[in-house]
């Protein structure tokens, strides 16, 4: 492991964390949970599965190397390094939402609770944090331990970007009607009205994607998480004499890009259900989506047998 290396443990705060920064006192949450047909002791347990494995990945750093920790709140503000090697201790989610503050680092998904939750970007648990930091390190054996998972990205014309692991929503804040102009890659256009877009990689096509999938009953094959191939669906698309649906659905590979152009008043744009973080398109603006130049490095479940 070269000396710029450095392990960075990323973690999000835990439910009785939040729940204590709340209601000030455990007494007082365990109340709050009550009211709720909850008690404290579930709240409790899951908050120690976090903590032990945030422990066990810790002792698993050789004492000579490089570290440091971020919060997920944090991950705007925080400084990644060319040849950081990130741990995620938490749930899918919190590998999604620092996968688009990575560029080209690595990242190794532990989950607290393996058995309880399964995760396919948290796949590891706990007790195998140092054998993966040591045969990610050893230039032998990384190649055959790492999967790229692909990434969608969005480009406005104003110059605005957002990259996302998952998928890419386009449409009202308030998921109500979008209107706009669809141009697909082969150059069929189309004026729509809908409940918005959904673009996604393979890696969000267990979530989103895939419940809007099966509600229409699709024949479109969905990405593999590794897979250089995205889907896209347009949500309750309205037919009116000023808008079709005609194109409604299909896949994106390649340089192939959608075009969208804003014929509502304000559009949004967000990655990863992350509505805090989205660009704002004005009517007249357009966007392009496609697949991102950039792919997330992590050692996923079917690398295991490498190790």
Known sequence: MGLGTRVVIAHRRTELDELLWRHGTRGQAAFFLASRNRTIEEVVAR???VV????AVSAAIPADWRRGTVEREDLPRFGFEA???VVAVGQDGLVANVAKYLTDQLVIGINPEPDRNPGVLVPHPPGLAAEL???AADPARADD???RRSMVRVTADDGQE?????EIYLGQPTHQTARYTLTLPSGPSEAQASSGLIISTGSGAT???RSTWLERKSTLTLPRGSEQRLVWFVREAWPSPASGTAY????LDGEDELVVSAESDQLVVFGDGIEADTIAVSCGQTVRVGLASRTLRMIGASQISSL
């Not at 032990?52 to 422990?55: G, H, K, P």
């Not at 957002?162 to 998952?166: F, K, P, S, V, Y």
């Open 162 to 166: 957002l990259t996302a692991l998952n």
């Open 52 to 55: 032990s494995a945030l422990a």
């Open 248 to 251: 409604t659905e299909g896949e």
């Open 83 to 85: 040849e950081d090697m």
């Open 47 to 49: 908050h120690d599965a």
């Open 133 to 135: 930091l040591r045969g």
């Open 207 to 209: 979530g989103w994607c």
């Open 145 to 147: 331990l790492v999967e």
